[in-house]
């Protein structure tokens, strides 16, 4: 029992403050950078959780080689931009690629020795840098909790989307005056719930969605279960409430009427059907049940598909139409891909891209009342912003995605709730990434605390104290629960 007792200490502190500010990160984290104040909140509250988090991470006994390569890769993503605020000479400024420009237009407002860093918007540049602060406290602090903890945050993250998606179908029956709104300006009848953009809203949707699979197919599952009659009801309760996320999920997701999203929900509700390894997987009563319990979850998905459809048909159908910005967002790619080619190797600057494509966009692909504020795909972005850098950086993180991908399925004999974690996570960044071809879902903090949350699941990395302190709790609980269930044997036997 006292290693129980050091489970339930540990938990206190950092397993609290992660979860509140896991919470709050959903509640303030809806806004781009232009929400000041939701953004000094969130970097105020994540400041200490990095540094704390920091400092157990490096001060561990034992350091997984993992964790230290991760460690590193974030230490040299972070060099990027402060690489790019260090002051230069003027002589070397101007021959930067793409800062003629900015030296011409400074010549012409009356500045005769223009000159900076590398960074063409220094102060966006800082703004950018110091957002990463609430993702990468996420981050760091879910990977110092153990299984036990991160099951909660899982819980916690279900539980925070569906209150989620219950204030987005509110706000899809009120109109914009109703104080369902969080934000001025927004269209009457659209579901963002705390967002600010139903884009990111139906991304939140799809993104939970392989988690609450998750507790639906282990809820069926009854490899290593005990068959205790408080275990079944259990097993039935999440069930229950595991499908229930999914059908609220899909549903909300398509009230959205964001047309990558109902593209990308249709991806992730095939993808999670591979969530579990079905031939070695054991369902209650007789093996041959087995089909009808697969044919009952198709049919479960299938119906909340069509039964969201019949009520948001036309809401959605409206919003495939395709409309003049819809059309130039190619020309959008086109232009954003020139100039980050004319901007190697070093890129324009992190948070740059709205002041540079301004200036170089053309002016016979400017559409009256439209403002460019991103390029609606965020690998081009990317890659304008921070050059040969940042694609270097871009694809050491997918060789590291498809690893992980690559061991999570090709275990095919475990059929836990680890694993099924393990795999939601990768369906939930695959399906992030593939979103970010067309949008860019991760311009928010709520969702890049959830991408990095899925990156620190998909891990897997803790200090190993923490491990063995939870298996030696486990070994003790079930010796205790053994050791009574003896001594009440003998006392009925005497």
Not at 145 to 172: K, T
Not at 445 to 458: P, Q, Y
Request: positive net charge; glycine residues 6%.
């Amino acid at each position: 029992m006292k290693a129980q007792g050091h489970i339930e200490e540990r938990r206190t502190p950092l397993f609290i403050f992660t979860c509140l500010f896991i919470i709050l990160t959903f509640v303030l984290g809806g806004a781009n950078e232009n929400d000041w104040l939701a953004n000094v909140i969130l970097l105020y509250l994540a400041t200490p959780l990095v540094l704390i988090s920091l400092y157990r991470l490096m001060t561990s006994d034992k350091l997984s080689g993992e964790l230290s390569f991760i460690l590193c890769g974030l230490g040299i993503a972070l060099t990027i931009p402060l690489l790019q605020l260090v002051p230069l000479p003027e002589s070397l400024w101007r021959e930067l690629p793409i800062h003629d420009l900015a030296a011409r237009a400074l010549s012409a407002a009356g500045i005769n020795h223009p000159s900076g860093p590398l960074s063409l918007a220094p102060n966006l540049t800082w703004v950018s840098l110091l957002s990463t602060l609430p993702p990468l406290a996420i981050f760091l602090s879910v990977l110092l909790l153990n299984r036990n903890e991160r099951r909660i945050v899982i819980l916690v993250l279900l539980v925070c989307g569906v209150l989620n998606a219950i204030f987005g179908l509110v706000q899809s029956a009120q109109n914009s005056e109703s104080a369902f709104y969080f934000y001025p300006g927004m269209i009457a009848g659209d579901a963002t719930g705390f967002f600010k953009n139903r884009n990111h809203f139906a991304a939140q949707m799809y993104a939970l969605l392989p988690f609450a699979a998750s507790m639906v197919v282990n809820s069926l599952n009854l490899s290593s279960r005990s068959s205790r009659r408080g275990k079944i009801i259990n097993d039935y309760l999440s069930l229950f409430l595991g499908l229930s996320c999914v059908f609220i999920f899909i549903a909300t997701c398509i009230f959205a009427r964001s047309r990558a999203g109902v593209v990308v929900l249709m991806v992730a509700i095939v993808w999670i059907l591979f969530l579990p390894d079905w031939k070695n997987i054991k369902f209650r009563g007789k093996d041959s049940g087995k089909s009808l319990y697969l044919k009952a979850l198709g049919a479960f998905l299938g119906i909340s598909v069509l039964f969201s459809l019949e009520y948001a048909f036309y809401r959605v159908m409206n919003r495939f139409e395709v409309d003049s910005f819809f059309g130039a967002r190619q020309e959008v790619a086109h232009n954003t891909l020139e100039t980050a080619i004319k901007a190697l190797p070093y890129g324009t600057g992190l948070g740059t891209f709205q002041k540079i494509y301004a200036v170089v966009e053309p002016v016979e692909n400017v559409l009256p009342h439209k403002f460019i504020n991103r390029a609606h795909n965020d690998y081009l972005e990317f890659f304008l912003e921070t050059g040969a850098a940042g694609l270097l950086i871009l694809a050491i993180f997918l060789f590291w995605y498809g690893a992980h991908v690559w061991n999570a399925w090709r275990q095919a004999s475990a059929n836990n709730l680890d694993q099924y974690l393990t795999r939601a996570s990768c369906i939930t960044i695959g399906l992030l990434l593939l979103h970010s071809f067309v949008d860019y879902p991760l311009r928010t903090h709520v969702m890049m605390g959830l991408f990095a949350l899925s990156c620190a699941l998909l891990a897997g990395a803790q200090p190993e104290e923490s491990k063995i302190s939870l298996d030696t709790s486990e070994i003790s609980i079930e010796a205790e629960q053994d050791h009574t269930h003896n001594v009440r044997r003998r006392k009925r036997s005497a």
